[in-house]
Every structure is written in structure tokens, then in C-alpha cells.
């Protein structure tokens, strides 16, 4: 037996054509989507990145207990746990935020490893001086030579000055380097391969060849790929581009996911090798006026997610499955298809039994990021629960529980160090007492007032609903995920929720 997982970040659910999209050009997700079974109701659980990659790894919920790092010593590893009962688990990823502080104990967790360099903000090309852009030309709408090149974004227009073909891209890169996995090992049994890029995520930056296939009106000097985690300011003109910038990208990524389709056509792949078509998260492009994910709620566009899943042993292709599933279900299902048994901590179910019968592992499906709402849905309604206002306190009390104390790109200051507790851990840190860390007011999340919608009337979430019951409903069913998650007892009084015994 042997899996193959193909993971893309910040994949929109609404660029896909087998999810109903007529325009954009992909059509090796639509032979995806004949291949296998689709998941209709797939959700975030942990957000964004990193958040989402230790879902993977654990099958658990992590953004009540702490915000972006590394996995933690008492976690469950998927990976690690396929390699320690002697299946080889390889990874090749351009995601270079595992290089990080806060995502550095990932991919030590695999039998090997690859990582190809470039993405994004990524430290790759050293450039000491000032940027010397082109006569006219233009990065994000700044300037480039006023911006020195320690800003992030500097540094990626840095890097992509070294990628003028399709075969420079890191994704293609990623690709081929899984690819060449796959043929090496061709041949043997009991493997997991990884192959992780970090497209579509922004900067939306693709060959010029893949933009031509849809044309608008904007100026070429005018680099404008990386809109910030902001509100909508730009004008319908940048909304269409970043729209049609993006679309260029995914066609780009299709292409990248025929060349596996190919390839496990080739090696006939299908007969006994999993695969797994996932993403982490979706992106606002001036829906509900904002740009981005993270600082505003989790609309549908950001939280409902694509999912692909061929399983060789029940051979059930072409096939839509309606059940509410999430990240959280991708680490038990490896282990379950593996036939290794799956840790009492993992959350997560395998998707075996939904795609054998469409089975709801869940009543409801928990998600949110450290500090912005703790959202639940049942398939039907969304209920955004935001943190009670009051002049005292604005979004707290909050604190992180850790063993590694690192955030996204930095450890944590001396200043953050100097006053923690601690903590005697959860029963998911088996035994091991933890760093309770306050965090302050985390004002950096806007819109939290708390929402309810009903998604079968309005799936675009443009309207509140006001229905007490159906309200009083979706509160049981967040308390109750929450008590199975674990969640510590300030996350209920941040919330304005009547904390379950034992939980004050």
C-alpha cells in the first residue's frame, strides 16, 4: 500500500470548476473529480498555515490552546508515526515558512525530506544594496528602490527575478521532485509521499503565458500580486486583476496536478496507492470588502474548502459525498488506510467509512484562529462566536500554552517570557505540564461581533440571522466541541459562555 498527497495552499473552493466554477481554465481538477470521490462539506479547522500543517500531523485542533508553532514535543505526528512502524513518509515542499522559527520540528518528522527555495519572502537570493527596479516598473504599487530589502516583500521581488520559465517556478520544482520520488519508488510498497506547494498562496506571481489566458486591462509596470490582509481600497480595476492574476496561478497549478494524474496513469498508481487533493484555506478577493484571510471572520470563501480522495481499496471515483469533514480527518484516515492504529489524541476520523457510505463522522465541525472567533457549523448554519466587548477587556483574556514558545518568524521576546505560569498541561500533552503565557489584548482581528447564518438561503453570508433557537442550538453544539477539545476555561469567558464543571 502506499499514499501520495498533493497539498496547495490558499486553494479556492470557488476557482474550482468541479465545484461549479464555468471560467476558470482547469481541467486536470475536473479529471481529478472523475477519479475520485469529492468532499461537498470540507472545513478549516486550525488556522492559517502552520496552524492547519499541525492539524495534519495530530488529526487535533490547536488554535484554542495556542496561535501559529511548532509542533510540540507531546504531539502525535502522522508522518512520524507511519515511519516509526517502517512505511517510508517523504516530503517536497516549497513552503518555506517550515524553515521558520515557528514551523521548525515539521519536517524532522519525515523518513526524508526536500525543500526547493523561493517562494514568497523566503531569505533565498542575499541582495545587501537598495532594489534597482527596471525604468517605470513597479512592485505592489510602491517603488522598489525606496523599500530596503529586509522587507518581506522586498525580498520575494528579489527572488522571482531568478524564475523567467515554467521550470524555474518552485512549484514546478516541487513537483518534479515528487515526481521523481514516485518513479524511484515505483517498485516498492509502504510509502507516504508529501508533495506540498505553497501556490496559490499570494504574491499571485505566474508566467506571463499562463496570465494571457485571462485578459484585462491593467498596466504590466504595475506589480500588484499581494494584496494585504486589509479592506478593499484599490478599485474594481485591482479587484478584476488580483481575480484574474489568481485564476492564471490556479491554471498553472492544474497543470502541475496533470503531471501526477499522468504519472499515476503511467505507473498504473491507481491499483493500490491512495491520493489525497487537499488545501488549508481559501482568500477573500473583495468579498465582503476585505483582501486576505486571518484579520476578519471565516467566511465560506476562507473556511469551506476543496477536498479530493481516491481510496484504491473500495475504487469509488466520480463521486460527490455530502458529510462534514475537515483537516482534522486527513492524519487518521493515512494511519487507518496504513493499518496502523490511530492515538486516542487525534480528533480527526478516517473518511473511510463517508466515502464507503457518506457516513457524518461529526455533528458539527469546530474552526478559528488564537484570539478571532471560535466558529461552528453543522453543514446547514455558521456560528461565528466573537469575544464579549467591555470597557475593561476587548478580546481576552487570552493565553498560549506551549513547550515551544516561538511565533510565526521569531521566538518569543524576553519581554513575553517574563511572566508565565505554569501549567499542569491537558490530557492531550500526556502528562506534561505546560507555559501558560498571556497574550494582552489581541486587537490586531477586526469585525468579531458574533454572527449566525443560514447557509441554504444565504450561502454568501450577506445577511445576520436572528433566530433564538436556532442560535441556542449552534451554542450546545460549540460548547460541546470545545469541552471535547479541550478548550481552557478563559477561551469560555472571553466568549461570554457558562463554562462546563470543572472548566472555571
Avoid at 25 to 41: E, K, M, S, Y
Avoid at 70 to 84: G, H, I, N, R, T
Amino acid at each position: 500500500m502506499r499514499a501520495v498527497m498533493v497539498m496547495f495552499d490558499t486553494l479556492c473552493r470557488r476557482f474550482m470548476p468541479p465545484y461549479g466554477n464555468d471560467w476558470v481554465i482547469a481541467p486536470n481538477f475536473r479529471r481529478l473529480a472523475a477519479r475520485t470521490v469529492q468532499f461537498q462539506n470540507a472545513y478549516v479547522g486550525s488556522m492559517p498555515c502552520m496552524p492547519a500543517r499541525r492539524e495534519i500531523h495530530t488529526g487535533r485542533y490547536n488554535f484554542l490552546h495556542r496561535s501559529w508553532g511548532p509542533l510540540e514535543p507531546f504531539d502525535d505526528s502522522m508522518p512520524e508515526l507511519l515511519a516509526q512502524a517502517g512505511i517510508h513518509a517523504h516530503k517536497v515542499t516549497d513552503h518555506y515558512h517550515y524553515w521558520e522559527d515557528g514551523g521548525a520540528t515539521y519536517h524532522n518528522r519525515y523518513s526524508s525530506f526536500s525543500f526547493v527555495r523561493g517562494q514568497e519572502g523566503d531569505p533565498f537570493v542575499g541582495h545587501a544594496g537598495e532594489i534597482n527596479p527596471a525604468p517605470g516598473e513597479r512592485h505592489n504599487g510602491v517603488q522598489p528602490g525606496r523599500i530596503r530589502f529586509q522587507d518581506h516583500r522586498s525580498q520575494d521581488f528579489i527572488n522571482r527575478r531568478q524564475f523567467t520559465r515554467d521550470e524555474d517556478m518552485p512549484q514546478h520544482r516541487t513537483f518534479s521532485g515528487g515526481l521523481e520520488f514516485l518513479r524511484r519508488n515505483a517498485g516498492e510498497d509502504r510509502w507516504f509521499c508529501q508533495i506540498e506547494t505553497f501556490d496559490p498562496h499570494e504574491p499571485f506571481f505566474v508566467q506571463e503565458q499562463w496570465q494571457k489566458h485571462y485578459p484585462h486591462k491593467w498596466d504590466p509596470a504595475e506589480v500588484f500580486d499581494w494584496p494585504g490582509y486589509q479592506r478593499v481600497v484599490e478599485g474594481n480595476a485591482a479587484v478584476e486583476h488580483i481575480i484574474k492574476t489568481y485564476a492564471a496561478l490556479v491554471t498553472f497549478c492544474d497543470q502541475q496536478l496533470g503531471r501526477v494524474l499522468d504519472c499515476f496513469d503511467e505507473l498504473d498508481l491507481w491499483r493500490d496507492t491512495m491520493l489525497i487533493v487537499n488545501t488549508d484555506h481559501g482568500f477573500l478577493m473583495n468579498e465582503h470588502d476585505w483582501w486576505g484571510k486571518c484579520r476578519m471572520p471565516f467566511w465560506q470563501e476562507i473556511a469551506h474548502i476543496p477536498l479530493w480522495m481516491w481510496d484504491p481499496r473500495q475504487g469509488r471515483r466520480g463521486e460527490q459525498r455530502e458529510a462534514l469533514v475537515q483537516t482534522i480527518d486527513i492524519a487518521p484516515t493515512l494511519l487507518d488506510f496504513f493499518g496502523l492504529p490511530i492515538p486516542t489524541d487525534m480528533m480527526g476520523t478516517s473518511l473511510t467509512c463517508v466515502i464507503e457510505r457518506d457516513v457524518a463522522p461529526r455533528p458539527c465541525a469546530l474552526y478559528g484562529i488564537h484570539g478571532g472567533h471560535v466558529n461552528v457549523t453543522d453543514g446547514r448554519h455558521v456560528y461565528m462566536r466573537g469575544p464579549v466587548i467591555t470597557t475593561e477587556q476587548r478580546n481576552g483574556p487570552l493565553f498560549q500554552y506551549t513547550h515551544m514558545p516561538t511565533h510565526m518568524r521569531s521566538r518569543f521576546s524576553v519581554e513575553q517570557m517574563r511572566d508565565w505560569d505554569k501549567h499542569p498541561g491537558f490530557a492531550f500533552t500526556k502528562g506534561c505540564p505546560v507555559m501558560k503565557i498571556p497574550c494582552g489584548e489581541n486587537l490586531w482581528f477586526q469585525e468579531l461581533e458574533t454572527r449566525l447564518f443560514d447557509l441554504k438561503t444565504d450561502y454568501g453570508q450577506t445577511s445576520v440571522l436572528s433566530d433564538p433557537a436556532v442560535e441556542a442550538r449552534m451554542t450546545g453544539l460549540l460548547v460541546a466541541a470545545m469541552v471535547r477539545a479541550e478548550a481552557p476555561p478563559e477561551q469560555y469567558q472571553r466568549l461570554g459562555l457558562a463554562a462546563p464543571s470543572g472548566k472555571r
